[in-house]
């Protein structure tokens, strides 16, 4: 059986600058997202990996080519379109925190569950529910500036997890977490791939979530390849 596409770009590009600084950063690539899979994206700094999660994301408008998200060409839509889209369907966990900061650990994810429509009652209960997955079911009531970075990294990735989205971006998800934290949210990105059905991506150096993932792409001069050939882990920082 295949797996559902979720995702599926064509010809993907994108230039910064011009004239003797301009850089092709993503070169006419192809690149698709299957439902139910955790994919993760390694590649070195400066490589494109933000770039082309945020083209596929909807973020980002890419120079050239086109991605189909969820059957909806995502570069056609009105930004109004998009914007629905990306509040029903898709989670995002990015470096920055982005968490508000009068908002307890609770409040902060429930708020995106009310925008999404859930009623407050439900609202509560998945957020607190998100909170325990990701091990902060002590912290729920404290504010992020009594959080410490992990566990605000925590509260931003219970935030992403609580909607149960159909599509997952994730960046650099554990670079501020100890071992048995990185371990813990590395089984919940698969977990939401493998449970809930999404489709998710992840970019990490961190070479511990290898294990977890079903598929491995890796990203250098503008271009997209499998991760077969071992030797590239040698070039990895
Ligand atoms: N808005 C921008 N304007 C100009 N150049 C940019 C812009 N965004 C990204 N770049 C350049 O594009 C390249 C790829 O950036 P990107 O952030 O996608 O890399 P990355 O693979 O995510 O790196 P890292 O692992 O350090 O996060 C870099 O050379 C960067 O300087
Ligand atoms: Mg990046």
Redesign the pocket.
């Known amino acids: 059986m295949t797996a559902q596409t979720c995702i599926e770009a064509t010809g993907l590009t994108k230039r910064?600058?011009d004239g003797a600084t301009a850089?092709t950063?993503i070169d006419g690539q192809d690149f698709a997202l299957h439902a139910g899979q955790l994919t993760l994206l390694m590649?070195p700094?400066?490589?494109?990996?933000?770039?082309?999660l945020a083209m596929v994301s909807g973020l980002l408008k890419p120079d050239d080519g086109k991605v189909i998200a969820l059957g909806e060409d995502l570069w056609s839509l009105s930004e109004a379109n998009r914007e629905k889209l990306r509040l029903a369907s898709v989670g995002f966990i990015f470096q920055g925190f982005n968490l508000f900061p009068a908002l307890s650990a609770r409040e902060n994810v429930q708020t995106v569950l009310e925008t999404m429509g859930l009623a407050p009652r439900e609202a509560i209960e998945r957020s607190i529910a998100a909170l325990e997955q990701v091990g902060l079911g002590d912290r729920v009531d404290l504010l992020p500036r009594q959080l410490s970075g992990g566990e605000k990294q925590r509260v931003a990735i219970a935030r992403a997890l609580a909607k149960q989205p159909r599509l997952l971006f994730a960046d650099?998800p554990t670079s501020a977490l100890d071992r048995a934290n990185g371990e813990r949210i590395a089984a919940l990105l698969r977990t939401a791939a493998h449970a809930t059905g999404a489709a998710v991506l992840c970019?990490t150096?961190d070479p511990r979530l290898k294990d977890h993932a079903d598929r491995q792409l890796w990203?250098e001069d503008g271009r997209i390849s499998s991760e077969t050939d071992a030797t590239r882990q040698d070039r990895r920082s």
């Open positions: 910064f600058g850089k950063v590649g700094s400066g490589s494109g990996k933000s770039t082309l650099e970019v150096h990203i």
